[in-house]
């Protein structure tokens, strides 16, 4: 039982070059979620899916892309990278009480 | 939707003492509120939860408060030890059964002084 795994660990882009970051769980959960974590900001959600099929938009959406084609397996695609971006990426999946994260992905972005 | 806000931002204690986080929230509709605990470099874990039908709840040296009326709940560690220096984050929801967001608080980075 893996839990969330997340790839790459880290990655370095130039200024509008686009790349997707991998999450998958192999728990069964439903809710999965992306989350940015900025010094000083906490967690912020991105984007997030309470199911195969089903996505919605979090608290800064922005310059993001996801899709849930399956349970297991929540992408989140960068568009064409900016220096804002820059942050260390959360993956999540949620059932009942906890919410399990994945180990981060370091992405800056020059 | 949701805010939450946490203090400090900062949190200094002698190994031995209490420390005592504070958390608000605003949509009068959450009922669950849930800590991670962040060590450096590592990925936010669970620590302790608490839902919106009890005050308080522990475990060994943690402990979390909810007060409903004032919408503020708290942690607490008491004993402190070296191994609880890490970011803490509080967070909210409307549902514990795992598909409503959870919105997270800014963190308190909490130092322990040997």
């Given at each position: ?110 | ?14 190994e031995g003492d209490s420390a005592v986080i504070k958390c ?49 709940f708290s942690l607490h560690i008491t004993e402190t030890q ?33």
């Amino acid at each position: 039982n893996a839990g969330v795994t997340q790839t790459p660990k880290f990655q370095v882009l130039k200024t509008g070059q686009s790349m997707t970051l991998q999450c998958a769980q192999d728990m069964n959960h439903e809710y999965m979620s992306w989350y940015r974590q900025d010094p000083g900001m906490g967690l912020r959600l991105i984007h997030y899916s309470v199911g195969a099929g089903i996505t919605d938009q979090g608290e800064v959406p922005n310059g993001y892309n996801v899709s849930r084609s399956t349970t297991e397996d929540f992408p989140l695609r960068l568009l064409s990278a900016a220096p804002s971006q820059t942050s260390v990426y959360f993956c999540a999946s949620r059932e009942e009480n906890e919410q399990f994260f994945g180990p981060g992905t370091r992405l800056t972005v020059l | 939707g949701e805010n939450v806000e946490q203090h400090p931002s900062t949190l200094s204690v002698q190994e031995g003492d209490s420390a005592v986080i504070k958390c608000t929230y605003s949509d009068s509709a959450s009922n669950y509120f849930p800590w991670y605990k962040q060590e450096l470099g590592k990925r936010p874990q669970l620590i302790i939860d608490i839902r919106s039908n009890v005050g308080e709840k522990k475990d060994q040296r943690i402990a979390v408060t909810l007060n409903k009326t004032a919408k503020h709940f708290s942690l607490h560690i008491t004993e402190t030890q070296p191994e609880d220096s890490a970011v803490y984050f509080c967070a909210a929801s409307r549902s514990n059964f795992g598909n409503e967001k959870l919105t997270f608080g800014t963190g308190t980075r909490l130092t322990i002084i040997p």
